[in-house]
């Protein structure tokens, strides 16, 4: 290992270095290869100057591709509904509640709706925020 994979390695205890998930967990967080790197990866590519169109349109299926496989869900219309549906819904609500459901990583929409609606009981009862808002 050279450069940013060796500075990672290093930074691992011992036994998590010696142990290869833990190890290939650190290191695909270091670079960004995860659901939510790939994630933003597909929304925010831009086409490179020296790239075709259909290179490009490669580059971005390819990006969705591993999202949609390292978030875990199905690749059916369903899934994809799904995926599309709670991506949209946090991208809409208040930073704070898309933080505490992007911790929380809930696969399944019911269960977004779940953890966003015990959030927001949770600060409307407490007088924190008003009902309407995000």
């Known amino acids: 290992m050279k450069g940013k994979s060796l500075e990672c390695y290093s930074r691992l205890?011992?036994?998590?270095?010696?142990?290869?998930?833990?190890?290939?967990?650190?290191?695909?967080?270091?670079f960004d290869l995860t659901a939510e790197g790939f994630r933003r990866k597909f929304y925010e590519a831009k086409k490179d100057k020296d790239e075709t169109a259909a290179q490009f349109v490669v580059r971005l299926v390819g990006y969705l591709d591993r999202w949609i496989q390292l978030t875990g869900i199905e690749s059916t219309y369903?899934?994809?509904k799904s995926l599309l549906v709670r991506e949209r819904f946090l991208d809409s609500?208040?930073?704070r509640l898309a933080l505490y459901?992007?911790?929380?990583?809930p696969t399944d929409l019911?269960?977004?709706i779940s953890?966003?609606?015990h959030?927001?009981?949770?600060?409307?009862n407490k007088g924190i925020?008003?009902?309407g808002d995000w």
């Open 101 to 105: 459901l992007r911790e929380r990583s």
């Open 93 to 95: 609500c208040d930073d």
């Open 13 to 30: 205890a011992e036994a998590e270095a010696r142990d290869y998930n833990k190890l290939k967990s650190a290191l695909l967080r270091r």
């Open 110 to 112: 019911d269960k977004v």
């Open 115 to 117: 953890l966003a609606d």
């Open 129 to 131: 925020r008003n009902r």
């Open 119 to 124: 959030y927001l009981d949770a600060r409307f």
């Open 78 to 80: 369903e899934g994809l």
